[in-house]
């Protein structure tokens, strides 16, 4: 005969208690209720390599825009500030304006 089994093993099944059933301690006497489990405390030796592992990390840089992706940006906001004054200002003045500008916000992204 063979000594395999034809049949599974039983495995143990826990079962959930209902969110509408009464607290297990409730229906339990005092004596059957058990202890809370202990705590273990990490060692101090071992809570700076947790800081350090759970530090977060540095963001990656934003991509750096091209040549021609930073002058298309700079031109559309150059042409906004034309536009808002009706076209009467100096255009070289709003276009030095928007290069600023656009610097300001990329600078505000990479910090």
């Given at each position: 005969m063979s000594s395999k089994r034809k049949t599974p093993?039983?495995?143990k099944t826990t079962k959930v208690p209902s969110p509408l059933a009464a607290p297990a301690a409730a229906t339990q006497p005092a004596s059957a209720?058990?202890?809370?489990?202990?705590v273990e405390m990490p060692s101090p030796a071992v809570q700076p390599e947790r800081a350090r592992a759970e530090a977060p990390k540095a963001a990656p840089p934003?991509?750096?825009?091209?040549?021609?992706?930073r002058h298309r940006l700079i031109a559309k906001v150059a042409y906004g500030y034309a536009e808002r004054a009706g076209f009467r200002n100096n255009p070289?003045?709003?276009?030095?304006?928007?290069?600023?500008?656009?610097?300001?916000r990329f600078e505000r992204l990479a910090s």
């Open positions: 093993a039983r495995t209720v058990s202890a809370p489990a202990a934003p991509p750096r825009l091209s040549r021609e992706e070289v003045e709003d276009w030095l304006n928007a290069e600023r500008e656009v610097d300001a």
